[in-house]
């Protein structure tokens, strides 16, 4: 069944909801909630849903909200996904819309992924009647938190009854100007995982090493010898990190050496079996430099969200729709992004799209980053967020 509804109409949509969506995203911004603990936030976009007649489900992965909308006759079923959680972080702008909770913050955007969503879902409600099938909307708890609220979802069965064929999200990106989005086929984002190494010596005297093992410098090595996994180990053109972003000791000072020291870090990587083996590898060399210092060293690896793909078929049909609904010359090719995603859990299980929404105002100075205190969006993206994500599923709905 080729799509009987005209962009026209879905801007149209969009631009009346305009205002609703501010006001929505403003509220969300103003009342955040951390990872796993979006209680007011889950009854918030559940009352806005029921409000409109939106049946929805509550209590997915504890706080999370699924919608589903039918359309005049039965067909596919596809999902779109937004997260709704928010960070640990003091807000440091003077906005009249700012946190109003210390030290929490939607500084990732998913207030604007929150309020674009229940744009979408109340465009494609408002035009029920004139499409085949079922959108499923899941409004997902949890993203920033490990083991990331998609992996509960996916548990408790949100691709299941009805399942879905395809799922699409979408994610603010400062860079780019409000009115564009991005897109990349395939291997977009990396897995990440959390690497905690204890090295253990036998301290004493600060001016005795020679009869010590100290833990400092057998650290020190392995912060520096450690990278050898990225450049010695890791296929030059597969992207690969490895970061150490705390080191401490238990005790120590001027003069006396400690006997243990702790690490903490992450490792990224974009590809499955090299990430299998680059822990293989990590652990071996920290043992084996360790050993050979005269020490130990113990290593957590916990392991994080997969590698973020997406489908190539999928992401080509809907960089088509953005293209047909923004113009090409609002449509662009995005990098490989070494940030992770838990949106990268739904990808293994059935064809997935995650696509970048500019949120920078054209023309205004730079825009602060994702997860920086100072983070705000130009609200505009919630008219391209909302819109384009309603023509895009309408699109996959209909698709051939
Ligand atoms: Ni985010």
């Known amino acids: 069944m080729p ?4 962009s026209d109409r879905i801007r149209a949509l969009s631009q009346e909801l305009f205002p609703e969506l501010v006001a929505i995203r403003r509220y969300l911004h103003a009342h955040p909630e951390l990872s796993f603990e979006e209680a007011e936030t889950g009854s918030y976009i559940a009352g806005l849903l029921r409000a409109k007649g939106i049946a929805c489900t509550t209590g997915w992965g504890g706080h999370g909200v699924v919608a589903l909308v039918e359309g005049a006759r039965p067909g596919r079923v596809i999902a779109l996904r937004a997260d709704i959680d928010a960070l640990p972080i003091q807000e440091a702008t003077d906005r009249p819309y700012r946190s109003l909770k210390d030290g929490v913050m939607h500084a990732c955007g998913h207030d604007a992924h929150t309020a674009s969503l229940l744009g979408t879902a109340f465009i494609l409600y408002d035009l029920r009647e004139r499409w085949a099938g079922t959108v499923k909307f899941i409004f997902q708890p949890g993203e920033e938190k490990f083991p990331g609220g998609a992996s509960l979802l996916i548990a408790e069965g949100v691709l299941r009854d009805p399942g879905p064929s395809a799922i699409f999200g979408q994610h603010v990106l400062p860079e780019l100007d409000a009115g564009k989005v991005g897109f990349r086929e395939g ?5 990440a995982d959390e690497i905690y190494l204890t090295v253990e ?7 005795q090493p020679h009869l010590l093992v100290d833990p400092v410098a057998i650290a020190a090595t392995l912060v520096t010898s450690l990278q050898q996994l990225v ?7 597969l992207p690969t990190v490895l970061t150490f972003g705390r080191i401490w000791s ?3 000072a001027t003069n006396v050496i400690p006997s243990r020291v702790h690490l903490e870090g992450t490792l990224r990587t974009l590809d499955e079996d090299w990430r ?8 071996r060399m920290a043992e084996g430099i360790a050993a050979g210092m005269g020490g130990h060293c113990r290593l957590e690896i916990r392991k994080g969200y997969p590698a973020l793909h997406n489908d190539p078929s999928l992401t080509r049909r809907a960089r088509a ?4 609904y923004l113009g090409a010359e609002n449509v662009v090719d995005i990098p490989i992004r070494m940030g992770a995603e838990d949106f990268a859990w739904y990808g293994r299980e059935l064809p997935s799209c995650f696509y970048r929404l500019g949120t920078g105002t054209p023309g205004g100075p730079p825009a602060a980053g994702l997860h920086s205190p100072a983070f705000d969006i130009d609200e505009d993206a919630l008219r391209t967020g909302s819109g384009l994500m ?3 599923a309408l699109d996959a709905l209909a698709g051939e």
Request: without cysteine.
């Open 276 to 283: 299998q083996e680059a822990h293989r590898l990590l652990t």
């Open 390 to 392: 309603a023509r895009i």
């Open 250 to 252: 238990d005790g120590g």
């Open 187 to 191: 291997m977009s984002m990396a897995s």
């Open 201 to 207: 010596g036998r301290g004493g005297h600060g001016a």
């Open 231 to 237: 450049s010695r180990n890791a296929d030059p053109l």
């Open 3 to 6: 799509t009987i509804i005209d």
């Open 321 to 324: 729709s953005a293209e047909a």
